[in-house]
């Protein structure tokens, strides 16, 4: 836990780092398969909800505009070559300037500061970028993170409760306002229009940062999207929500699940409180069904009651709390 001994420099895009304790080097292409084992190691030590996922999952993630792996992923290796911790920094917000920090650190390695070691290098990257403040989020099952958090000055902000669905299709009939014309949007032609109709829904969402076709582009090719379940209501002609789940998967053959995730819901304010969005919810629901998906899950911010009625209405059931963290750079 005593770091004045250890030499580590600053610099970690081109030489590695090294400590008595770990060695820091900076993230590559050819990470994936360690960076993935790592993060199933340290998810199914405590996730009530984990389950198995591949490679290709974090590749396609970390492949949108903007993220640069030798600056963005550190990766802590021990004495003998493991993989055993990592930290990532990504843009939260541009207004204000602000980077999202992520720490994982092998549970037979924890409590010999490896941790502590790889924040103070994101808080130095994040110094280095000019962002005013580092965020995180939390989940409640880790007591000790969230310690960890208080212990290095961030404070809690806000919270995020996830929601789980088991599918018991078909339950209810569900009815669809007349007026509402449901539809998948066309990948090739309306990326504008999803742009648009997303920033407009969320542009006064507190710490939204505004999509970018190319970002959505970059979206498209994610190894769990599927474009059947990418759906947008229109009114008049008029595109005034949309939906968004995306695929989930096990890659243990021993636990198969087939997750639905929505990743993203919203109706334009002037068109809110007419059962617009409880129908777009329940079109692409009634999608994954059809597709052999077991679960659907979401996030709600925790303060938004009329989201979350909406959710417990649908069958959705709290599951465990994100809490989100907050400290100036």
């Known amino acids: 836990m005593h770091f004045e001994h250890h030499r580590v420099t600053e610099q970690l895009d081109n030489v590695s780092q090294f400590s008595n304790l770990l060695i820091l080097e900076p993230g590559t292409d050819s990470m994936f398969n360690e960076y993935t084992a790592l993060h199933n190691v340290v998810n199914s030590y405590d996730n009530p909800d984990h389950i198995e996922i591949g490679p290709d999952y974090f590749q396609t993630s970390y492949s949108y505009p903007g993220i ?72 409640t099952f880790r007591p000790d993170a969230i310690h960890f958090a208080e212990k290095h000055g961030f404070r809690h902000s806000h919270t995020l409760i996830k929601m789980q669905l088991e599918y018991e299709f078909p339950k209810r009939t569900i009815i669809v306002p ?14 504008d229009l999803w742009a648009s109709l997303q920033n407009s829904i969320f542009r006064e969402s507190e710490n939204y940062k505004e999509i970018t076709i190319d970002s959505l582009a970059s979206l498209t090719k994610h190894v769990g999207f599927d474009s059947d379940l990418l759906i947008v209501g229109e009114v008049d002609n008029i595109a005034i929500g949309y939906c968004l789940g995306m695929a989930l998967n ?21 068109y809110r409180g007419r059962g617009y969005a409880q129908a777009l919810l329940n079109g692409v ?12 899950e979401l996030l709600v911010l925790g303060s938004n009651t009329g989201a979350f009625q909406l959710y417990q209405k649908n069958g959705f059931t709290d599951r465990f709390g994100y809490l989100w963290y907050r400290r100036e750079c």
């Open 285 to 296: 629901l009634t999608r994954g069904w059809t597709k052999g998906y077991t679960k659907s």
């Open 250 to 270: 096990s890659v243990n053959g021993q636990k198969s699940e087939k997750i639905l995730q929505i990743q993203g819901i919203g109706v334009l304010h002037e």
């Open 68 to 139: 640069i792996l030798s600056r963005d992923i550190i990766l802590g290796r021990s004495s003998n070559g493991e993989l055993v911790a990592s930290g990532t920094i990504f843009i939260h917000s541009t207004n204000p300037p602000s980077a999202r920090i992520m720490i994982q650190v092998h549970p037979d390695y924890r409590h010999q500061g490896f941790g502590s070691k790889i924040l103070e290098h994101l808080i130095r990257r994040a110094r280095a970028r000019r962002f005013s403040e580092i965020v995180c989020r939390i989940p």
């Open 178 to 191: 007349t007026e509402l014309k449901i539809r998948e949007l066309d990948l090739d032609h309306e990326l």
